[in-house]
């Protein structure tokens, strides 16, 4: 099994946006929610609306200029 490395925790729609960007170049990320998912299960234990976005090791270096051209444009440095 691959491993995965994260790449971006914020808000959601902005989260959308790099998968977007991922899924041009050929990429899948994954999306986790765990606000979300916590509140299906009937308790809460996280932040509202804050999405984390893992992409496999061995793609990173493919996604990395993306990655970091798109955290530009939004003025986030702190990913």
């Known amino acids: ?3 995965t490395k994260r790449i971006y925790t914020g ?3 902005i989260a959308k946006g790099l ?3 991922l ?3 050929g990429i899948s990320p994954i999306e986790r929610n765990d606000h ?3 509140l299906r299960a009937g ?3 996280s932040i509202a609306n804050q999405t984390m976005i893992f ?3 061995d793609e990173y270096e493919k996604a990395q200029p993306t990655i970091e051209a ?3 444009e939004i003025g986030d440095q702190n990913n």
């Open 36 to 38: 979300d998912s916590s």
């Open 1 to 3: 099994m691959s491993k």
């Open 43 to 45: 308790f809460t234990m």
């Open 55 to 57: 992409i496999r090791e």
């Open 11 to 13: 808000p959601s729609l």
């Open 70 to 72: 798109f955290l530009n």
């Open 23 to 25: 899924n041009d170049i």
């Open 19 to 21: 998968v977007a960007r």
